[in-house]
């Protein structure tokens, strides 16, 4: 079946996303609907970080927009955003042919690696507030970061077993690639030309502005630092009250998905708060090291689900 | 002879890895076969980012046959003895060992084992599996399927497949059977991944390194490197330009590469307002690309050099074009901080009186960064730093107006966009802006220098400003550390307070500064106690200096080791009260060095030793110091006259002249004491039975201690 035009990946933004989305649910893929929480990466969504988790087999694919507070630039900087989308792919176990099927999905959306210079270069993966680490890559096209690939091998605190293989596509970066605009604002978003056309800038500028004000200037720390600290609170109780109580009725972990929330909006608050530049290089690691205590115990507890592969008694 | 082709064949392998990774795959293998009586002719190893691959030529095709006599019972023995005996040996029955016979032990049997070699394909076999699961990569990971069992293979990327053949030269090789957690070896590798990306069978390395270059892989790192420097410097030079080197830049880009194809890019002359350093900075790190530079003029052109890994069906046009979009998108990056860091800050857009630096420093203050959550923030440590080179500038010969200035900008710009970004440009931006906005020359040098010596090959800053700057800076830093005992132990100095007193040390002694260090160490704790956030030493004052001083010393002692100097001699200098001027303390051990390596010296050494040793013991013994002035009535010997002549005058000439600072002069009066001591010990015995005339021969002993001790501390005096 041949796409119309307006959703060829090579003009069209949203194109794009469809592409994708199709080539991996021709995969085995579960398409999912991105996390309705701010997160700051697409590895937030517990369709990565829990499912990651525990010995059952699992295939997913799903855009997740993502927000880094810091990176906003008030719309002034043609490539930087304080948020933006990734597309994200995540397969446990990693397939033995997980990097050819990462070149077919780049040739799905219309890079000719016979024309173009891909590349495999070392970046092993961290993130330090979920407690974990991966190896892998920074995929490059002509000298430009189009993907993160990663095989975790450790989340919350855990070793991942089996492993599994995560794809991380920067969106916009990569429809700029494709649709050659060296402007994020000027990216056709739906395809269209003339009137109908609608640009990235036309459905996100005014948003740019807004919230680098809102995280650089306005954004009420007080309220963010409480914030920051009931959200802990309430996960910590979550955690407790939801842990299986043995010999009683509950044989599983009644609540790690709620209390995994709290632990993504504190990471959020926590980003907030350093892009107002109110937390110290010292006092960084010490709140890095509070959200990275909530990801462990949200582990965890995941662990002790059904999900996480615990058995009901 | 047979040879041995080994590749183990991955996903990309980190650039950084790879040559120590080939490297360690020869030394494993070629150790285990000799290990196991297989010595070879040559052996090398190769990388590429997909494949390590090991070359072994001239092995034997099997093992050494061994033989090996066991000693077994005397004829005779019980049959448990025999029957033992034939199990240990491995023998069938009694008739298969031999009899010797020794005069003294009569006869007895002996079991001939012969084991005979094995092939070193069974060998091999069973080596490489236990070399590969154990292989040493910096860091390794699980993978696949497999990775849900405990003890799955790890290897830096997911391992593919292994080639493994050996044969001679002359006929086919065999393949080397053997399975790695499922991974079986065989005779097909792969070739480049888009290029020739279909399987090529190999059957040594001769054919193997053929049929790689036609599958598009070039498997010699040198010559993938030896590829992009001749191609760069060409196209370079067909455009007029010049190729800006860097190995580090070309040992990485290799390692990138199986088939380096080098293309020119190019970016908008406009970028070129920026600081070179801050283009050189953005192209390679975030691009692994090479600058150009004009060699008439020496600065850089809008061009540059990349390293594909294809011959692209277009002639690599779409890849120039791809690299320098992104080129351009980080230099408008770069661009953008550069302006913006230079423009008024919103929060100040009312302070005129503040220039765009001086509003940086305002936004570092009020944001209260932490400098560190003990030490208080980062405009705490500049009202430190501003005050302590205020004191400083005079000694240093600096403007104190000057200095002060340059010490109040110095940090900056840690808090503009660029230094956010590019951290390792600290210093660097600081004074390009502050010459922007008008700085006086030296304000703005300082900002830079004063971070200045960053290592042992680092330049010095000499300009009387920057040194004023670099020193407050540094003897902040070391006394705030120390004040909250975060002191380095051994390999961890998180915050690098080795290479701070270095750079002091450096700065002092190589600019000829004299500086009472004791001083500034304690004025900059009081400094430290005038701010808010910063809080009161957790040691005592006292013990920090003394602490501190010691620190500087074993500082000193390394410092004078790498310069070949004569360091044993620091403590015997450092041992006198007061010594805080590490000029004058290094003078002082050169001059000290000079005159023990005279007859002189040594002879005087050797009396000062027995002076010192017949004092000790005595003083055990006796349970009393003789420390007392000696008494000239109870001199029984001209010798001992003379020595307490001589010892007068060279306590009141080398007090003299060390408060002179004539340290040769110093020597030259203990130079004169070397006969009267030498007479002293051939002429007169100090342990005598008159008890007062011993006592007053032990102060006279004593006088010779404290008399030396006017130039330094000979008891500390090594060799």
């Not at chain 1, 110290?280 to 462990?296: C, D, G, N, P």
């Not at chain 2, 076969?33 to 034997?60: C, I, K, M």
């Not at chain 2, 990349?306 to 692209?312: G, H, K």
């Not at chain 2, 040194?467 to 132990?489: C, H, M, R, Y």
């Amino acid at each position: 079946m041949q796409a119309p035009e307006y959703l060829n990946p090579r003009r069209s933004f949203q194109g794009l996303i469809l592409t994708l989305q199709r080539f991996w649910a021709e995969r085995g893929c579960v398409i999912l609907q991105p996390y309705d929480m701010e997160v700051g990466a697409g590895t937030f969504h517990p369709a990565t970080t829990l499912r990651a988790l525990g010995p059952k087999p699992w295939r997913a694919a799903y855009v997740q927009p993502s927000r880094r507070p810091k990176d906003g630039r008030y719309g002034e900087n043609p490539n930087r955003l304080q948020h933006y989308y990734q597309f994200q792919v995540i397969l446990k176990p990693n397939p033995p042919d997980i990097q050819e099927l990462y070149l077919q999905s780049l040739y799905a959306i219309g890079i000719d690696p016979a024309v173009h210079d891909i590349r495999f270069v070392e970046d092993d993966w961290e993130s330090p507030t979920l407690g974990a680490w991966g190896l892998g890559w920074e995929c490059w096209c002509d000298g430009m970061e189009v993907s993160q690939f990663t095989y975790f091998q450790q989340v919350a605190g855990f070793e991942c077993a089996p492993v599994a293989g995560e794809l991380t596509y920067g969106l916009e970066r990569l429809a700029m690639y494709v649709q050659g605009v060296e402007n994020v604002y000027e990216l056709n978003f739906n395809g269209r030309e003339g009137d109908e056309k609608v640009t990235y800038g036309d459905v996100f500028l005014q948003a740019e502005e807004e919230y680098s004000r809102h995280n650089f200037e306005f954004a009420d720390t007080e309220m963010l630092f409480r914030h920051f600290r009931d959200a802990e609170a309430e996960c910590k109780r979550l955690l407790a009250a939801g842990e299986p109580d043995g010999g009683g009725n509950y044989h599983l972990h009644q609540m790690a998905l709620p209390a995994y929330d709290q632990c993504i909006k504190a990471s959020h608050v926590f980003n907030l708060l350093d892009a107002r530049g109110v937390i110290s290089v010292t006092e960084r690691q010490s709140y890095i090291l509070r959200v990275r205590e909530l990801a462990k115990a949200c582990g965890a507890a995941w662990l002790k689900t059904e999900g996480g592969g615990a058995a009901a008694a | 002879m047979p040879d041995l082709l080994l590749e183990l064949f991955s996903e990309e392998i980190p650039a950084r890895m790879q040559r120590r990774a080939a490297d360690d795959l020869k030394a494993l293998v070629t150790n285990a076969l000799v290990d196991r009586g297989l010595t070879y002719e040559g052996a090398r190893a190769y990388a590429t980012p997909r494949r390590l691959t090991l070359h072994v030529v001239g092995l034997p095709a099997k093992q050494p046959d061994l033989r090996e006599e066991k000693k077994g019972p005397r004829v005779g023995s019980p049959e448990a003895a025999v029957q033992g005996f034939l199990k240990s040996a491995g023998l069938a029955s009694i008739d298969e060992a031999t009899i010797q016979s020794d005069p003294k032990k009569g006869e007895f049997y002996v079991a001939v084992v012969e084991r005979p070699g094995r092939a070193t394909p069974a060998v091999l076999a069973e080596i490489l599996p236990g070399i590969i699961k154990t292989f040493p990569w910096p860091k390794s990971m699980r993978w696949g399927a497999a990775s849900a069992e405990p003890g799955a293979l790890r290897w830096v990327r997911p391992l593919h497949s292994i080639v493994c053949t050996f044969g001679p030269e002359t006929e086919i090789p065999d393949v080397v059977r053997f399975e790695v957690d499922g991974i079986v070896a065989s005779d097909f590798t792969r070739g480049h991944r888009f290029m020739s990306p279909d399987l090529v069978e190999v059957r040594r390395f001769d054919d193997y390194v053929s049929s790689l270059e036609k599958a598009k892989v070039i498997l010699d790192a040198d010559r993938r490197k030896e590829i992009i420097r001749t191609e760069a410097k060409n196209l370079a030079f067909a455009r007029g330009l010049e190729l800006v080197e860097d190995d580090g830049l070309l040992e990485e880009v290799a390692g990138l590469v199986e088939w380096p194809v080098v293309l020119v890019g190019s970016f908008d002359e406009e970028f070129l307002d920026i600081p070179a350093e801050v283009v050189r900075a953005t192209i390679r790190a975030n691009q692994k690309c090479f600058v150009l530079r004009d060699p008439a003029t020496g600065r850089l052109a809008n061009k540059f050099i990349l390293v594909a890994n294809i011959e692209a069906k277009d002639g690599g046009a779409a890849i120039a074009a791809g690299n320098g979009r992104v080129v351009r998108a980080r230099l408008s990056d770069a661009n953008f901080f550069w302006q913006t860091d230079r423009r008024p800050l919103p929060e100040y857009h009312d302070r005129r009186d503040l220039k765009p630096l001086d509003q940086r420093l305002e936004r570092l203050k009020a944001l209260k960064v932490v400098f560190h959550e003990k030490l208080g923030t980062q405009g705490e440590r500049v009202a430190r730093i501003v005050a302590l080179a205020k004191q400083l500038a005079p000694l240093v010969g600096a403007d104190v107006a000057r200095a002060e200035r340059a010490a109040s900008l110095a940090k900056a710009d840690l808090a503009t966009e660029m230094v956010g970004e590019f951290p390792e440009l600290q210093g660097l931006m600081g004074r390009y802006y502050a010459a922007l906005q008008g700085e006086d020359p030296a304000v703005a040098a300082a900002i830079e220098d004063h971070y200045k010596p960053q290592g042992p090959a680092d330049r010095v800053p000499t300009d009387p400003v920057s040194v004023a700057v670099a020193l407050a800076d540094k003897l902040d830093t070391l006394v705030g550390f120390w004040s909250i005992d975060e002191k380095p132990t051994g390999s961890k100095d998180p915050y690098a307070l080795r290479r701070a007193a270095l750079g002091v040390i450096r700065i002092l002694l190589e600019g000829s500064i004299r500086l009472p260090l004791m001083k500034f160490l304690d004025d900059a704790i009081v400094m430290g106690k005038l701010t808010d956030g910063y809080r009161l030493p957790e040691m005592p004052r006292p013990a920090v200096l003394r602490d501190l001083l010691a620190f500087f010393a074993d500082r000193l002692k390394v410092y004078l080791r790498d310069q070949g100097a004569r360091y044993d001699l620091i403590d015997a200098v450092f041992a006198l009260e007061g010594q805080d001027d590490l000029l004058m303390i290094v003078r002082r051990v050169e001059a000290l060095g000079r005159f023990l390596a005279t007859e002189d010296g040594e002879h005087l050494l050797v009396g000062y030793r027995r002076a010192a040793n017949i004092l000790r013991i005595e003083e055990k013994k006796d349970g009393v110091t003789y420390d007392g002035t000696p008494d000239p009535a109870l001199f029984a010997e001209e010798e001992e006259r003379a020595l307490a002549a001589a010892l007068a005058a060279v306590r009141r000439d080398a007090s003299a002249a060390i408060a002179a600072e004539d340290f040769e002069g110093a020597m030259r009066v203990l130079a004169t004491l070397r006969p009267s001591v030498d007479a002293f010990f051939d002429k007169v015995t100090v342990n005598v039975d008159a008890a007062a005339l011993r006592a007053n021969r032990l102060k006279l002993l004593n006088a010779i201690r404290v008399a030396t001790r006017e130039v330094a501390d000979f008891s500390k005096v090594e060799g």
